[in-house]
């Protein structure tokens, strides 16, 4: 069994930047993809950027440019860097992980956090 924890949430002014967290214990060894969602209420879990062991990267066209993911293995942990940001990034901030890049990009990793709350006020 896998457990992700987010950290590094919090309240934020338009323009701000915020670095997430996400630490994984457990069977880590079949963790080769993270990445990092979000959901605003009334919304969809909407995909924002994933990694893999290799360092390979794939972001959503709404965040490239102003996100950047990256993980330390020795650590465990994938961050999610935020930078420029804007109200409606506002939303719960989820990390995903799974063996398979696919799955993680599909929205259907084996393992969820329990999400971090990202508030950006104008």
């Known amino acids: 069994q896998v457990q992700l924890v987010e950290s590094g949430g919090g309240a934020v002014q338009d323009g701000g930047s915020l670095r997430l967290s996400c630490a994984a214990s457990?069977?880590?060894?079949?963790?080769?993809?993270m990445g990092w969602y979000r959901q605003a209420p009334g919304k969809q879990r909407e995909f924002l950027a994933a990694?893999?062991?290799?360092?390979?990267?794939n972001y959503a066209d709404s965040v490239k440019g102003r996100f950047t993911i990256s993980r330390d293995n020795a650590k465990n942990t994938v961050y999610l860097q935020m930078n420029s940001l804007k109200p409606e990034d506002t939303a719960v901030y989820y990390c995903?992980?799974?063996?398979?890049?696919?799955?993680?990009?599909?929205?259907?990793?084996?393992?969820w956090g329990q999400g971090t709350q990202v508030t950006v006020s104008s």
């Open positions: 990694i893999i062991s290799g360092g390979t990267t």
């Open positions: 995903a992980a799974d063996n398979s890049i696919f799955k993680v990009l599909a929205r259907a990793p084996n393992y």
């Open positions: 457990g069977s880590i060894l079949s963790l080769n993809a």
